[in-house]
């Protein structure tokens, strides 16, 4: 996992629970909290810091991935506000995950592994696929979120199947309203 994720997860934290919470995280975790953007970092370190947070908040590990991803989207529009400028709307800026966000930030961060989606759209909603072995979906979740707000619609969110219940590959489906 590339630094500038963990950088925005510090981000959304301190900015929520305090740079305590954030400082009192790495001692629980013994982890160094030193992530250079470029980097890569063991996928593992962003498990045992969302655990660490939970034990702070009792809170869902996955409940908090998701803020965490709907906290991200204003910190990756100060960063890349290019990819918000090029899509009118979060339909248009999720369909150009595969297309054109992803395949930059893999230009920009060597080594990323950012997810491919299979997108299937109709008239009013979009099913994303999604399958990886880091199983974010909840990340997923929290950014369409935050691009809900961003560009001021309301969407819905399910998630018929999910990878945490033992399904092959996650489906969030978004409907418009
Ligand atoms: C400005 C917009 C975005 C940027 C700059 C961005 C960038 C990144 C970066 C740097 C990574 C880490 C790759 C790695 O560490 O190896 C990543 C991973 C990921 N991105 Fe994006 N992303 C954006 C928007 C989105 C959106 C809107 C979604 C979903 C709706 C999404 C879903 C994910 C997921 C789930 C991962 C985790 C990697 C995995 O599943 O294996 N991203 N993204």
């Known amino acids: 996992m590339k630094g500038v994720i963990f950088n925005i997860v510090e981000e959304?934290?301190?900015?929520?629970?305090?740079?305590a919470a954030w400082d009192e995280m790495l001692s629980m975790t013994g982890l160094?909290?030193?992530?250079?953007?470029l980097g890569?970092?063991?996928?593992?370190?962003?498990d045992t810091l969302l655990?660490?947070?939970?034990n702070l908040t009792a809170a869902d590990p996955s409940a908090l991935l998701q803020i965490i991803g709907e906290g991200s989207i204003p910190l990756l529009f100060d960063r890349y506000p290019q990819f918000f400028e090029?899509?009118?709307?979060?339909?248009a800026f999720i369909l150009s995950l595969n297309t054109i966000i992803h395949?930059?930030?893999?230009?920009l961060y060597a080594g990323a592994a950012?997810?491919?989606?299979n997108f299937v759209e109709a008239e009013n909603t979009i099913t994303m696929g999604y399958n990886s072995p880091r199983r974010l979906c909840h990340l997923a979740h929290g950014f369409i979120l935050g691009l809900?707000?961003?560009?001021?619609?309301?969407?819905?969110i399910d998630q018929p199947s999910c990878m945490h219940d033992g399904a092959r590959m996650c489906h969030i489906k978004l409907t418009w309203q």
């Open 12 to 19: 959304v934290i301190v900015a929520k629970l305090g740079p």
């Open 32 to 37: 160094s909290g030193v992530y250079t953007s």
């Open 40 to 46: 890569s970092y063991p996928d593992a370190d962003l």
């Open 51 to 54: 655990a660490a947070c939970a």
């Open 86 to 91: 090029n899509a009118l709307n979060a339909r």
């Open 103 to 107: 395949p930059e930030v893999r230009k």
């Open 114 to 117: 950012c997810p491919h989606f």
């Open 148 to 156: 809900a707000t961003h560009y001021d619609e309301t969407i819905a």
